[in-house]
């Protein structure tokens, strides 16, 4: 081989290439390392720890607020919970529920049928004790007699010949044993007459859907779906500022970092950017080897 011909014009490329690289090879390292401050005679040696280990409370803080400010914001995580892909199917469930017989879903929600009839029972229950104490508040009885007495006294000042026969305490004897009849009637008949009726209506509302009694108030599925839609919206929104304000996700980005070990950090750090690590120190090699080639014209 001739020996000029190697040192005037291969050497000066292949030297460069090997600074180039192992000075990029080493700046990546003083990344992380050394991971700890290095002290000669009592003084600390520049460069140490390495520019990570140093700066690591200052690029938690940051990394924190880059998270909270730049990624992690209301709107973003509002977004990717208001998308179609999210929503869609979330409000087609709950339709599908409101379109599922009530006793069925009712099941399903208690746990089991046994559970959801007795649920039924102690509201047909309740409901029945509240319409027959409803009943009673009204005061039926009182309300027949006056209204009776009314009618009567209308009638009898209508005809001549009633008006001289029937008197106001005839009519009042008569409608005081109608009304206690009827007081006696609702005491005695009233609650179970209640019950019954009652419980054959929440028994056969069980057998409707939710959207079928909707629909029988008046509501079409569609406009039932808009306003589950809005509630959905709106619900989201509140829950994620709601969470963000009790949150401080900067303050939980940052005790992470700082919880990390160097070791872990770095680990952490060459996961996901290793290629691009590499990549710089191989670029090292080719600008020294450029730049040594370059030296050979010069």
């Given at each position: 081989m001739n020996w000029d011909l190697f040192t005037t014009y291969l050497l000066p490329p292949l030297v460069g290439a090997v600074i180039g690289y192992f000075t990029n090879y080493i700046a990546v390292k003083m990344l992380f390392r050394p991971r700890k401050a290095v002290y000669l005679f009592g003084h600390q040696l520049p460069f140490t720890p390495g520019a990570i280990p140093k700066g690591k409370a200052r690029l938690a803080k940051s990394a924190g607020k880059i998270v909270q400010n730049e990624l992690f914001t209301r709107e973003d995580i509002s977004g990717r919970l208001l998308t179609e892909e999210v929503e869609k199917p979330l409000i087609d469930k709950v339709m599908s529920i409101l379109d599922s017989n009530i006793k069925d879903t009712g099941s399903i929600l208690t746990g089991s049928p046994e559970k959801y009839d007795m649920l039924e029972n102690n509201f047909t229950e309740l409901l029945s004790q509240k319409i027959t104490d409803a009943i009673k508040r009204m005061d039926i009885p009182d309300t027949i007699h006056r209204e009776g007495k009314?009618?009567?006294?209308?009638?009898?000042?209508?005809?001549?010949?009633?008006?001289?026969?029937?008197?106001?305490?005839?009519?009042?004897?008569?409608?005081?044993?109608?009304?206690?009849?009827?007081?006696?009637?609702?005491?005695?008949?009233?609650?179970?007459?209640?019950?019954?009726?009652?419980?054959?209506?929440?028994?056969?509302?069980?057998?409707?859907?939710?959207?079928?009694?909707?629909?029988?108030?008046?509501?079409?599925?569609?406009?039932?779906?808009?306003?589950?839609?809005?509630?959905?919206?709106?619900?989201?929104?509140?829950?994620?500022n709601s969470a963000l304000r009790r949150i401080d996700v900067a303050k939980v980005v940052e005790d992470k970092i700082n919880s990390m070990s160097v070791e872990e950090l770095e680990k952490g750090v060459l996961t996901v950017m290793k290629s691009e690590l590499k990549l710089i120190v191989d670029l090292g090699a080719l600008i020294g080897l450029v730049i040594g080639s370059i030296n050979i014209f010069i």
């Open positions: 009314s009618m009567m006294l209308e009638h009898v000042l209508n005809s001549r010949f009633l008006s001289m026969v029937v008197t106001d305490k005839m009519i009042d004897r008569v409608m005081d044993a109608v009304s206690n009849k009827m007081e006696e009637f609702i005491d005695a008949k009233g609650p179970e007459m209640v019950s019954e009726i009652t419980t054959t209506r929440i028994h056969d509302l069980g057998e409707r859907t939710p959207l079928y009694v909707l629909d029988q108030a008046g509501y079409d599925p569609e406009f039932v779906r808009n306003k589950i839609t809005a509630a959905y919206r709106e619900s989201v929104v509140n829950a994620v």
